[in-house]
């Protein structure tokens, strides 16, 4: 496994959250532990300014889009463990590359979802 996602997922078991946010330095994605915000794959510390803080009040679109989160989760967990079979049958390292990129992109989409699901 690509050793950018075993530090990722250490982060993850550390209690990190995977942030929406990508390093401006090397475009991976930014973690979050404590109040610190950090890029795993290059160790840049940028500072960021939390989205959802500055987010206009919700609209009737975004109640709907709220309304339709459970059904996103599912869908997205499920893609997650059907792709989970893949990588343990696939020993090509560029198709492993594509799919923990996808793997990642999943993981952003989840950590969003739950975002939304918390906000008011």
């Known amino acids: 496994?690509?050793?950018?996602?075993k530090k990722m997922a250490e982060s993850l078991r550390a209690g990190a959250t995977m942030l929406p946010d990508n390093c401006s330095v090397c475009n991976s994605p930014l973690f979050r532990l404590e109040n610190?915000?950090?890029?795993v794959k290059c160790g840049s510390s940028p500072t960021l300014t939390p989205a959802l803080a500055s987010a206009p009040p919700a609209?009737?679109?975004?109640?709907?889009?709220?309304?339709m989160i459970p059904q996103m989760t599912s869908t997205v967990l499920?893609?997650?463990?059907?792709?989970?079979v893949e990588v343990d049958e696939t020993?090509?390292?560029v198709?492993?590359?594509?799919?923990s990129e996808l793997m990642l992109t999943l993981l952003k989409i989840l950590e969003v979802l739950e975002r939304l699901g918390k906000s008011k």
């Open 78 to 84: 499920a893609k997650l463990k059907k792709l989970r």
């Open 95 to 99: 198709r492993l590359s594509q799919m």
């Open 91 to 93: 020993s090509d390292p």
């Open 36 to 39: 610190r915000t950090y890029c």
């Open 1 to 5: 496994m690509n050793e950018v996602i």
């Open 59 to 67: 609209s009737p679109q975004v109640d709907s889009v709220k309304a």
